[in-house]
């Protein structure tokens, strides 16, 4: 290489502040102004430096770090409840520290605050800069251009008007001065590559955006997840109207939940595809669904509902996140009376061992008291290929081609009104314990088969059916975030790629005594000349120019060199003759 | 989609020719690289080393030519008599070999991915081994034009440790046979998102090992002055008998011998690590953007702080500040050097750790 990078000199070029941010930091006197104003601008300078913000980024990058390491509340509860759990007081401490919450604690918005203050802070005087460089003409030509790190003498036919007017011709795209110095000679001065600097104001704007859209979309926006079973008449679908008809509700720090664009659906079939090695290939939903002004005329769309493709209504996205299976019960109870259950299961493994709980709570025939001693709760696992090994069941297949239940039933209060939650997946167990829920019989059953309690209550095992999770997400703000996610890749790009650099060009009346003159004059000159300074040896004529050629890269980017080349090749360097 | 698995084994075979490629590679680089003990430090070195004696504490570094003598155009040069024709020709012979074969093994790496997607009728990324089999092709390609521009042999060495590492971890414990997706995988992000990913990680590994690079020839540098230092010493005029203008004499001291100064100069290994990091950036950063598109669609949000999404967060963030530090005085250098090699720890932490031992969204990479 033959050239040296301007920026990585430590002095002496005229090189601007560059990438750096901010400059030295010029001493500030006390006295004149009131110590506390010195402070605070004092301040202002250090938090909006680049070595602050070098620290704050640190700090960013750092500060993620528990947010992946440690189970979190938002993304995983009972992970992040039971880690708490397993390192006693450790964990106790570290959740009141937020380390299970990182990036809704205060240190964290307290850095990125800080961060963006920096950014703005360091921002504002870069763009009014800026357009003060913009509307400035390109700078005067300096005395002594052999001292840039690009530099060329050529000798050139023509008189210097023509010779200014051939580069100018060329440099088109470049901003340009012509100036007449003092000496009579001619100069050019050109730059270009403000690109750069637009690009890097537009990244470092465009994350600024990109916080305000991340911002407003977790103000203004909800999420919403269900389960739903499929094909399951009335009750396969749901009207998002209200946040209740949501398992799961969470909104944004402004959503209350009254003003939902309200939307239905329903969910006609869901299916699954396996390999044989049980791999799942895909999972469809068929669904029907009705908004706006669907909603007064009672009309559907129909449409598939797919991993990896939500349904788009309104500003707002359904999505199929998963699926189960939900095993259907039927109880005989001794009066003769039926009723029918079901309720989703909880997968365990990869080919669907689910577990979960069916609870009859409302059994027919019973008044009062006796209602509560007659509540029915059958604990267990479904099987969708049911193995029974060792007197234990799994599955062997995720599809349902063998299904089979292994239950155990109890009877008495499930505890429904002592006011304390239940997961559906299971039984309270302090009503096992303290003898108000009795364990009654256990047994194995295929579909169709059925069981006796001892107070002559059957229990069939009808069927199944299979339940989707769906989710409703809305964040009104997301297609802002992808406009300053793209208008940051371009200012990154165009800030990394193009280069700042000057050029200048001095076009005087060739010396027709000096006949080697000048390429002895710079020792340290790089050796990219040494061909031109073989042009310089030529015999000078009275029609010819000598035009001195420098050239500056103001970025970090080396690579100028070939550019300068093409630059000076613009003069028309005259041809040994 | 039906995968085929005889084509599935080709490719195999393919990619197992690459890493033994890759192994030859290293042996014979490395080979090239130990041969240089106790060769002369270079002309770059010589520079690089006067530029830090006359500014210390900073590394601030140029490229400067020197006259190929070293006569008397200036002292810089002294320590280069002879010029580096004075290295045993049997490294030159091993670098040689290493380069051809490492071109082989990159030739054969290309065919192993290519038939594995036809195999598998999709985009030959879906898994870790075939990811991970993508990075070391980036990185391979990387190097070879990196080589290309610089003729730098040392940087083979260091590259290839860790892709033939990667590529042997990938070839045994991450090895999975051709097969199907699972529907979460069936998305047209999936090629877009994985081969940004692949790609850049490929490049900044290189950039990675040019920074680990320039980290060790700085140290060296450092002790070479400490004994120019200790050699000009009035206590030591024995030592420096004929060198009472303060020349270095290391002709016979320890640094001087040291495979080290074999390496590229700083400046080079610097602008080897910021020209990869800068045409791998932007790359990583869509990467981590159509990530976002695609977590749009598939999971409900297209920001989740998910553990996945948050390291590939660490590691922008780390690239972020090695641009600026790069660009600040007082961070230059060594200290810039060693936040690239941070944002490639973090970057492999992600590919690695957060797949196998966190579990998160992406914990389906073909593991379990």
């Given at each position: 290489?033959?050239?040296?990078?301007?920026?990585?000199?430590?002095?002496?070029?005229?090189?601007?502040?560059?990438?750096?941010?901010?400059?030295?930091?010029?001493?500030?006197?006390?006295?004149?102004?009131?110590?506390?104003?010195?402070?605070?601008?004092?301040?202002?300078?250090?938090?909006?430096?680049?070595?602050?913000?070098?620290?704050?980024?640190?700090?960013?990058?750092?500060?993620?770090?528990?947010?992946?390491?440690?189970?979190?509340?938002?993304?995983?509860?009972?992970?992040?409840?039971?880690?708490?759990?397993?390192?006693?007081?450790?964990?106790?401490?570290?959740?009141?520290?937020?380390?299970?919450?990182?990036?809704?604690?205060?240190?964290?918005?307290?850095?990125?605050?800080?961060?963006?203050?920096?950014?703005?802070?360091?921002?504002?005087?870069?763009?009014?800069?800026?357009?003060?460089?913009?509307?400035?003409?390109?700078?005067?030509?300096?005395?002594?251009?052999?001292?840039?790190?690009?530099?060329?003498?050529?000798?050139?036919?023509?008189?210097?008007?023509?010779?200014?007017?051939?580069?100018?011709?060329?440099?088109?795209?470049?901003?340009?001065?012509?100036?007449?110095?003092?000496?009579?000679?001619?100069?050019?001065?050109?730059?270009?590559?403000?690109?750069?600097?637009?690009?890097?104001?537009?990244?470092?704007?465009?994350?600024?955006?990109?916080?305000?859209?991340?911002?407003?979309?977790?103000?203004?926006?909800f999420e919403g997840s269900l389960?739903?079973?499929?094909?399951?008449?009335?009750?396969?679908?749901?009207?998002s109207v209200s946040p209740v008809v949501y398992d799961n509700f969470r909104p944004?720090?402004?959503v209350d939940g009254t003003?939902l664009?309200?939307?239905?659906?329903?969910?006609?079939?869901?299916?699954?595809?396996?390999?044989?090695?049980?791999?799942?290939?895909?999972?469809?939903?068929?669904?029907?669904?009705?908004?706006?002004?669907?909603?007064?005329?009672?009309?559907?769309?129909?449409?598939?509902?797919?991993?990896?493709?939500?349904?788009?209504?309104?500003?707002?996205?359904?999505?199929?996140?998963?699926?189960?299976?939900?095993?259907?019960?039927?109880?005989?109870?001794?009066?003769?009376?039926?009723?029918?259950?079901?309720?989703?299961?909880?997968?365990?493994?990869?080919?669907?061992?689910?577990?979960?709980?069916?609870?009859?709570?409302?059994?027919?025939?019973?008044?009062?008291?006796?209602?509560?001693?007659?509540?029915?709760?059958?604990?267990?696992?479904?099987?969708?290929?049911?193995?029974?090994?060792?007197?234990?069941?799994?599955?062997?297949?995720?599809?349902?081609?063998?299904?089979?239940?292994?239950?155990?039933?109890?009877?008495?209060?499930?505890?429904?009104?002592?006011?304390?939650?239940?997961?559906?997946?299971?039984?309270?167990?302090?009503?096992?314990?303290?003898?108000?829920?009795?364990?009654?019989?256990?047994?194995?059953?295929?579909?169709?088969?059925?069981?006796?309690?001892?107070?002559?209550?059957?229990?069939?095992?009808?069927?199944?059916?299979?339940?989707?999770?769906?989710?409703t997400?809305?964040?009104?703000?997301?297609?802002?975030?992808?406009?300053?996610?793209?208008?940051?890749?371009?200012?990154?790009?165009?800030?990394?790629?193009?280069?700042?650099?000057?050029?200048?060009?001095?076009?005087?009346?060739?010396?027709?005594?000096?006949?080697?003159?000048?390429?002895?004059?710079?020792?340290?000159?790089?050796?990219?000349?040494?061909?031109?300074?073989?042009?310089?040896?030529?015999?000078?004529?009275?029609?010819?120019?000598?035009?001195?050629?420098?050239?500056?890269?103001?970025?970090?980017?080396?690579?100028?060199?070939?550019?300068?080349?093409?630059?000076?090749?613009?003069?028309?360097?005259?041809?040994?003759? | 989609?039906?995968?085929?698995?005889?084509?599935?084994?080709?490719?195999?075979?393919?990619?197992?020719?690459?890493?033994?490629?890759?192994?030859?590679?290293?042996?014979?680089?490395?080979?090239?690289?130990?041969?240089?003990?106790?060769?002369?430090?270079?002309?770059?070195?010589?520079?690089?080393?006067?530029?830090?004696?006359?500014?210390?504490?900073?590394?601030?570094?140029?490229?400067?030519?020197?006259?190929?003598?070293?006569?008397?155009?200036?002292?810089?040069?002294?320590?280069?008599?002879?010029?580096?024709?004075?290295?045993?020709?049997?490294?030159?012979?091993?670098?040689?070999?290493?380069?051809?074969?490492?071109?082989?093994?990159?030739?054969?790496?290309?065919?192993?991915?290519?038939?594995?997607?036809?195999?598998?009728?999709?985009?030959?990324?879906?898994?870790?081994?075939?990811?991970?089999?993508?990075?070391?092709?980036?990185?391979?390609?990387?190097?070879?034009?990196?080589?290309?521009?610089?003729?730098?042999?040392?940087?083979?060495?260091?590259?290839?440790?860790?892709?033939?590492?990667?590529?042997?971890?990938?070839?045994?414990?991450?090895?999975?046979?051709?097969?199907?997706?699972?529907?979460?995988?069936?998305?047209?992000?999936?090629?877009?998102?994985?081969?940004?990913?692949?790609?850049?990680?490929?490049?900044?590994?290189?950039?990675?090992?040019?920074?680990?690079?320039?980290?060790?020839?700085?140290?060296?540098?450092?002790?070479?002055?400490?004994?120019?230092?200790?050699?000009?010493?009035?206590?030591?005029?024995?030592?420096?008998?004929?060198?009472?203008?303060?020349?270095?004499?290391?002709?016979?001291?320890?640094?001087?011998?040291?495979?080290?100064?074999?390496?590229?100069?700083?400046?080079?290994?610097?602008?080897?690590?910021?020209?990869?990091?800068?045409?791998?950036?932007?790359?990583?950063?869509?990467?981590?953007?159509?990530?976002?598109?695609?977590?749009?669609?598939?999971?409900?949000?297209?920001?989740?702080?998910?553990?996945?999404?948050?390291?590939?967060?660490?590691?922008?963030?780390?690239?972020?500040?090695?641009?600026?530090?790069?660009?600040?005085?007082?961070?230059?250098?060594?200290?810039?050097?060693?936040?690239?090699?941070?944002?490639?720890?973090?970057?492999?932490?992600?590919?690695?750790?957060?797949?196998?031992?966190?579990?998160?969204?992406?914990?389906?990479?073909?593991?379990?």
């Amino acid at each position: 290489m033959v050239t040296r990078d301007a920026t990585h000199l430590s002095g002496g070029l005229p090189a601007d502040g560059g990438d750096s941010g901010s400059a030295v930091e010029p001493q500030f006197r006390q006295g004149r102004l009131g110590g506390a104003v010195a402070f605070l601008r004092n301040t202002w300078r250090q938090l909006t430096s680049m070595r602050t913000a070098l620290v704050l980024l640190f700090l960013l990058a750092l500060a993620s770090l528990p947010g992946a390491l440690l189970p979190q509340w938002s993304l995983n509860t009972s992970k992040t409840a039971q880690y708490i759990l397993d390192h006693g007081s450790w964990g106790l401490l570290l959740n009141r520290l937020g380390f299970f919450e990182v990036f809704g604690s205060p240190w964290y918005a307290a850095i990125y605050l800080l961060l963006f203050t920096s950014l703005v802070g360091c921002l504002l005087p870069r763009t009014w800069d800026f357009v003060g460089q913009i509307r400035m003409k390109p700078v005067n030509t300096p005395r002594n251009l052999a001292r840039l790190p690009h530099h060329a003498s050529v000798r050139s036919v023509g008189s210097p008007d023509e010779v200014a007017d051939r580069i100018t011709t060329g440099l088109r795209g470049w901003r340009l001065e012509h100036r007449v110095e003092s000496s009579g000679a001619l100069t050019i001065s050109a730059e270009k590559g403000f690109l750069r600097e637009v690009g890097n104001l537009v990244f470092h704007f465009s994350l600024l955006g990109l916080l305000v859209a991340i911002a407003v979309g977790k103000l203004f926006g909800f999420e919403g997840s269900l389960i739903v079973n499929a094909g399951d008449g009335s009750s396969s679908g749901f009207c998002s109207v209200s946040p209740v008809v949501y398992d799961n509700f969470r909104p944004g720090l402004l959503v209350d939940g009254t003003d939902l664009r309200p939307f239905c659906v329903d969910i006609d079939s869901f299916k699954a595809s396996y390999t044989a090695a049980g791999q799942a290939s895909s999972f469809v939903s068929a669904i029907r669904y009705q908004a706006g002004a669907q909603l007064n005329t009672d009309t559907w769309s129909s449409t598939n509902l797919e991993v990896n493709d939500p349904l788009r209504i309104q500003g707002q996205r359904l999505y199929l996140l998963g699926h189960g299976y939900s095993p259907v019960f039927t109880v005989t109870y001794p009066g003769g009376k039926t009723q029918t259950g079901t309720a989703p299961f909880q997968p365990q493994d990869a080919n669907f061992t689910s577990q979960g709980t069916v609870k009859f709570t409302d059994p027919p025939g019973y008044v009062g008291e006796q209602v509560r001693a007659h509540q029915l709760a059958i604990v267990g696992l479904f099987a969708p290929s049911a193995l029974i090994h060792g007197g234990i069941m799994t599955s062997t297949f995720p599809a349902a081609e063998t299904p089979g239940v292994a239950i155990q039933v109890y009877r008495g209060d499930l505890g429904m009104e002592t006011g304390k939650a239940q997961s559906i997946f299971d039984i309270d167990t302090d009503q096992v314990a303290n003898g108000k829920l009795l364990k009654l019989n256990r047994a194995n059953l295929a579909p169709g088969e059925s069981m006796k309690l001892d107070d002559g209550t059957k229990i069939t095992f009808t069927g199944y059916k299979e339940w989707v999770s769906l989710q409703t997400s809305y964040d009104p703000a997301q297609g802002w975030a992808l406009v300053f996610a793209v208008s940051l890749l371009v200012g990154l790009m165009s800030s990394l790629i193009i280069k700042r650099r000057r050029v200048w060009f001095r076009i005087g009346i060739a010396d027709s005594g000096a006949r080697t003159a000048e390429p002895a004059a710079e020792p340290a000159r790089p050796e990219g000349d040494s061909r031109v300074s073989g042009v310089a040896r030529t015999v000078a004529n009275e029609d010819h120019v000598v035009v001195e050629v420098g050239g500056l890269a103001r970025t970090d980017q080396a690579g100028y060199g070939d550019e300068f080349s093409k630059l000076v090749a613009l003069i028309g360097a005259s041809e040994p003759r | 989609m039906t995968v085929n698995d005889q084509l599935g084994n080709v490719s195999y075979l393919g990619f197992q020719a690459a890493l033994a490629g890759y192994i030859a590679a290293l042996v014979c680089f490395g080979i090239e690289f130990a041969s240089s003990r106790g060769s002369i430090p270079t002309a770059a070195e010589a520079v690089s080393l006067q530029l830090r004696a006359a500014s210390r504490g900073r590394t601030d570094v140029i490229d400067r030519k020197i006259s190929a003598a070293g006569e008397d155009d200036s002292r810089i040069g002294q320590i280069v008599q002879p010029q580096r024709t004075a290295r045993p020709p049997m490294g030159t012979l091993f670098g040689r070999a290493g380069l051809i074969v490492v071109t082989i093994g990159f030739g054969a790496q290309v065919f192993s991915i290519v038939t594995r997607g036809i195999a598998a009728g999709r985009a030959p990324w879906g898994n870790m081994y075939e990811f991970t089999s993508m990075i070391c092709a980036a990185a391979v390609a990387g190097f070879l034009i990196v080589f290309y521009r610089t003729r730098s042999h040392s940087l083979g060495f260091f590259v290839m440790i860790p892709i033939v590492i990667l590529m042997f971890v990938g070839g045994t414990k991450l090895y999975v046979q051709v097969e199907s997706l699972v529907p979460a995988l069936h998305s047209y992000w999936l090629l877009i998102h994985v081969l940004a990913v692949s790609l850049s990680t490929g490049v900044l590994m290189v950039a990675g090992v040019a920074s680990v690079m320039y980290l060790l020839r700085s140290r060296y540098e450092r002790r070479l002055l400490a004994e120019q230092a200790w050699a000009v010493e009035p206590g030591h005029q024995l030592v420096a008998a004929d060198n009472a203008d303060g020349e270095f004499a290391g002709q016979a001291s320890g640094a001087t011998t040291s495979r080290l100064a074999s390496l590229p100069s700083l400046a080079a290994l610097d602008r080897v690590a910021y020209r990869a990091t800068i045409v791998a950036f932007p790359v990583y950063t869509f990467a981590v953007i159509a990530g976002a598109m695609w977590a749009e669609v598939a999971w409900g949000r297209y920001w989740g702080w998910d553990p996945k999404e948050t390291c590939a967060f660490v590691s922008w963030v780390f690239y972020a500040a090695y641009l600026h530090a790069r660009a600040t005085a007082g961070w230059r250098g060594t200290r810039a050097a060693w936040i690239s090699v941070l944002g490639f720890v973090s970057v492999l932490f992600n590919l690695f750790v957060i797949n196998i031992v966190v579990s998160g969204l992406h914990s389906y990479a073909g593991l379990n």
